[in-house]
């Protein structure tokens, strides 16, 4: 056995978001897109795993484990759920979450935007309208005045990259659904400004707070002819936000899986008209940016000899170290933080194999001088995974929703003796 040992201070965590966990998210663009007719969503949100009410004993289940930190989001569509109107009660309800989060011990990491938006925001026209950025900045505000110095680490805007794909150039089905370059581009300026309207406006209520961005990043992999379509790729769903994070205070990466594009010819050449033209459109694009591997496309029992994870994800744990070298390539010195690396799987045996396939990748990272200061899992329990509903197990603690019991699995236990420790123990020597 050898033992990996992290520097002092690596901080260990686990996260989730709110309309992921919380459940009633009813005032949000996310509900009303997974009702809507039409739409890609397989199941409702609904109660998710009542997170809302059962914060308590959720953060201190996470807390009892080993974990130093917990990563969860605040939601914008409850606190102010009418334009202008900010709702006491919810950021009281904040408040406590994060009271108890310190009461624990663990160190509140707040995420400000993670995807959904206020039903009102999404009328005026989601990260369409000029307005977004301002008003996101106000909300803002009222978070960040109303948990005081009670919280040291914001992530403004999670995974802006995914979310411009997702829900304006028609990539993932995400709302508002809207489609076509002009509209990922327009989105991508209002995702960057609200971004940087937050940072300022964190940096000014409170100097001190480490403010960053959180970014989906994949480990893309080319042959000569799939390069065109691998820089294009990473261009618009990742380094225009990683441009935008050059005076943040920490870079948060998430990442899951690598893709491969091992192309014949280069067609990179072919890409503004065809994305211009339609219907080529979603089929390469989607092929390109699905996060999945373009010469083995996903299928249920795909016999490509490529281990799969439920998302139809390459089972791939040290992709993350590859998405962190480059970052530090991008942006030298700056430190990062992975904010989110996990997996979706029925065998939880699985998971603790990614767990120390991504970290043994990731000490290695460290040992190279790439200042890499903590390690959040997702997630800490099962959730709703977005339009692919509640069959996509990620968590370190299951959940049956029927009953809203948790359950902690083994990786739980082993993630979280790694916390503990602060090392992770790998065979040979
Ligand atoms: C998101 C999470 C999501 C996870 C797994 C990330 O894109 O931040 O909300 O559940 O990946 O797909």
């Given at each position: 056995m050898t033992e990996l040992v992290f520097p002092a201070g690596f901080m260990w965590g686990t996260a989730t978001a709110a309309h992921q966990v919380e459940g009633g998210?009813?005032?949000?663009d996310w509900w009303e897109w997974e009702l809507r007719p039409g739409t890609p969503c397989k199941e409702p949100s609904g109660t998710a795993i009542d997170h809302y009410a059962r914060y308590e004993s959720d953060i201190s289940m996470i807390a009892g484990l080993g974990f130093g930190t917990y990563r969860f989001s605040v939601e914008w569509a409850r606190i102010e759920p009418t334009e202008g109107v900010f709702d006491e009660a919810q950021l009281e309800h904040y408040r406590s979450t994060v009271a108890a989060v310190r009461r624990c011990n663990l160190v509140p990491m707040v995420t400000l935007n993670h995807f959904t938006l206020p039903l009102w925001v999404a009328q005026k026209g989601s990260w369409l309208a000029d307005e977004t950025p301002r008003l996101f900045e106000r909300y803002v505000r009222r978070v960040v005045e109303a948990l005081g110095d009670s919280v040291d680490w914001?992530?403004?805007?999670?995974?802006?990259?995914i979310v411009g794909i997702g829900g304006y150039l028609g990539m993932l089905g995400f709302p508002p659904g809207a489609r076509g370059l002009s509209s990922w581009r327009r989105a991508a300026d209002g995702l960057i400004a609200g971004h940087r309207r937050a940072r300022a406006a964190v940096k000014e209520l409170r100097p001190g707070a480490k403010v960053g961005q959180t970014h989906a990043m994949i480990e893309w992999e080319s042959n000569a002819g799939g390069r065109p379509i691998m820089a294009f790729s990473r261009r618009i769903a990742e380094d225009v936000y990683l441009e935008a994070s050059k005076e943040d205070d920490f870079i948060g990466v998430q990442t899951y899986t690598r893709v491969q594009l091992n192309l014949a010819r280069p067609i990179g050449w072919l890409m503004r008209p065809v994305l211009a033209a339609?219907?080529?459109?979603?089929?390469?694009?989607?092929?390109?940016?699905?996060?999945t591997n373009l010469s083995t496309p996903p299928q249920p029992n795909p016999d490509d000899g490529v281990r799969r994870t439920?998302?139809?994800y390459e089972f791939r744990p040290q992709a993350v170290a590859a998405t962190v070298r480059r970052v530090a390539e991008l942006l030298p010195g700056k430190p990062i933080i992975v904010t989110e690396h996990g997996l979706a799987t029925a065998n939880d045996a699985e998971r603790i194999e990614f767990i120390s396939g991504g970290l043994a990748a990731l000490h290695d990272v460290i040992s190279d001088g790439i200042p890499l200061g903590g390690y959040i899992?997702?997630?800490a329990f099962d959730n709703f995974e977005w339009d692919r509903g509640y069959s996509?197990?990620?968590?370190?603690?299951?959940?049956?929703?029927?009953?809203?019991?948790?359950?902690?699995?083994?990786?739980?236990?082993?993630?979280?003796?790694?916390?503990?420790?602060?090392?992770l123990e790998v065979a040979g020597s």
């Open positions: 998210n009813s005032n949000s914001y992530c403004t805007i999670n995974e802006p990259g339609g219907p080529l459109t979603r089929i390469m694009v989607s092929a390109m940016l699905s996060r439920q998302m139809g899992h997702w997630s996509m197990t990620f968590g370190l603690i299951g959940v049956d929703r029927a009953t809203q019991e948790r359950t902690v699995r083994p990786s739980a236990r082993f993630l979280g003796e790694i916390a503990r420790k602060n090392r």
